[in-house]
């Protein structure tokens, strides 16, 4: 017998006729608890994001500001019409890929945030449009209600359809795989704008 063997064997000797441990208690996570805006504002900033905030009925007038400048502006197909009123640009909805590379950026809204790592969660819901219209304009900007603020990952899980394809975003693209040298833009938009809105 070899080594291996025989200490399988002591192995089944020793489990014989025990009881199967019980499973261990799931945790209670309250979907509804609320995060903290400015702590997710302070991780935003952390991953070199530019934080913007709204007040109640500010909204469109701040996108107006992040958004001057912007030519051609990409949506979803149900964005808001009203958060486009101060933008003065030309606005493609639901563009295909080819047109993506011609937009100066990305406007969408979020599903959820995690106050806690400073994350964004896209999927696909209300605003937010396909995974593409995220990925390959070089600038995107987000709108996030305080209302989506989650304070952990575990209470942000809770409220995501367990089946949708979810999109984790901290910050802008980057990388440091080549020589640990910071680069960004390789698998994302180069900027993110986050515009924090109280509802």
């Known amino acids: 017998m070899s080594a291996r063997e025989e200490i399988l064997a002591r192995l089944r000797g020793a489990l014989d006729g025990a009881a199967e441990a019980p499973a261990p208690p799931r945790p209670v996570v309250d979907a509804r ?39 051609v502006l990409a949506v979803p197909p149900d964005l808001p019409e009203a958060w486009l009123s101060a933008h003065s640009g030309r ?8 047109a993506l590379d011609t937009v ?3 406007l969408t809204g979020a599903a959820v945030a995690v106050a806690e790592t400073g994350t964004i969660v896209l999927d696909a819901g209300p605003a937010q449009g ?29 409220r ?20 640990l040298s910071r680069v960004e833009g390789v698998h994302g938009p180069r900027r993110l704008d986050v515009v924090i809105a109280e509802y």
């Open 33 to 71: 608890a609320q995060g903290d805006p400015e702590l997710m504002a302070g991780r935003l900033r952390d991953y070199k994001a530019v934080v913007h905030r709204a007040g109640p009925g500010e909204l469109a007038a701040v996108l107006g500001g992040v958004l001057a400048g912007v030519g």
């Open 91 to 98: 606005v493609l909805r639901d563009p295909d890929v080819a």
């Open 104 to 106: 100066d950026a990305v």
């Open 130 to 158: 396909r995974r593409a219209l995220t990925l390959v304009p070089d600038r995107h900007v987000c709108v996030l209600f305080t209302r989506q603020i989650a304070p952990g990952v575990a209470q942000a899980l809770a």
């Open 160 to 179: 995501l359809r367990p089946t949708a394809p979810l999109t984790w975003i901290s910050g802008p693209s980057a990388t440091s795989d080549i020589e």
